[in-house]
T-cell receptor, first 112, second 108 residues
Framework: EPEVTQTPSHQVTQMGQEVILRCVPISNHLYFYWYRQILGQKVEFLVSFYNNEISEKSEIFDDQFSVERPDGSNFTLKIRSTKLEDSAMYFC??????????FGQGTRLTVV | RKEVEQDPGPFNVPEGATVAFNCTYSNSASQSFFWYRQDCRKEPKLLMSVYSSGNEDGRFTAQLNRASQYISLLIRDSKLSDSATYLCVVSGFQKLVFGTGTRLLVSP
């Protein structure tokens, strides 16, 4: 069964460092997403990506964040200068259209 | 008003009980509706899509009332393995919006 894969599963980084979270969406899907979930809190939308550009982003997705689909299969989230409050689980998701979204297993980001 | 609202629970029920969760959403232009299940520190997984006509999948029944902007999930004959957080998810053309989730604890 096709699945969304994310790497790494856990990343520890020092405050101020840049991190890149990687995702391989399901191959025939058209819409790609990043969500985050701070421990004990709800799943929050960060950004959606369609047709090689950002289609919508939340207030959380400020200038520190960027997304890329560099090679037609990978979908990355970059955080330029991490802060303590960026510590969270980051989920990548993809969907074909107005259907259900499939989520990767997540990357747990810990900023120290 | 929150985009998607759920009672966070927890709902503590014995095995075999029937339990119902509710959810309301604020955007009347929403197109698609889902219930996801999330186990502790895991990714959300689709439980079922929700349609206006109502739909059933084994012990699970979901209903959508577009006029009231209300979604429900009924779980019959609860199992220990049903213990999880149930996420109400509403979608327009782009993003999916999650409720806070309702935690269910099923005890022996």
């Amino acid at each position: 069964e096709p699945e969304v894969t994310q790497t790494p599963s856990h990343q520890v980084t020092q405050m101020g460092q840049e991190v890149i979270l990687r995702c391989v969406p399901i191959s025939n899907h058209l819409y790609f997403y990043w969500y985050r979930q701070i421990l004990g809190q709800k799943v929050e939308f960060l950004v959606s990506f369609y047709n090689n550009e950002i289609s919508e982003k939340s207030e959380i997705f400020d200038d520190q964040f960027s997304v890329e689909r560099p090679d037609g299969s990978n979908f990355t989230l970059k955080i330029r200068s991490t802060k303590l409050e960026d510590s969270a689980m980051y989920f990548c998701a993809s969907r074909q259209g107005a259907t259900e979204a499939f989520f990767g297993q997540g990357t747990r980001l810990t900023v120290v | 008003r929150k985009e998607v609202e759920q009672d966070p629970g927890p709902f503590n029920v014995p095995e075999g009980a029937t339990v119902a969760f509710n959810c309301t959403y604020s955007n009347s232009a929403s197109q698609s509706f889902f219930w996801y299940r999330q186990d502790c520190r895991k990714e959300p997984k689709l439980l079922m899509s929700v349609y206006s006509s109502g739909n059933e999948d084994g012990r699970f029944t979901a209903q959508l009332n577009r006029a009231s902007q209300y979604i429900s999930l009924l779980i019959r004959d609860s199992k220990l393995s049903d213990s999880a957080t149930y996420l109400c998810v509403v979608s327009g053309f782009q993003k999916l919006v999650f409720g806070t989730g309702t935690r269910l604890l099923v005890s022996p």
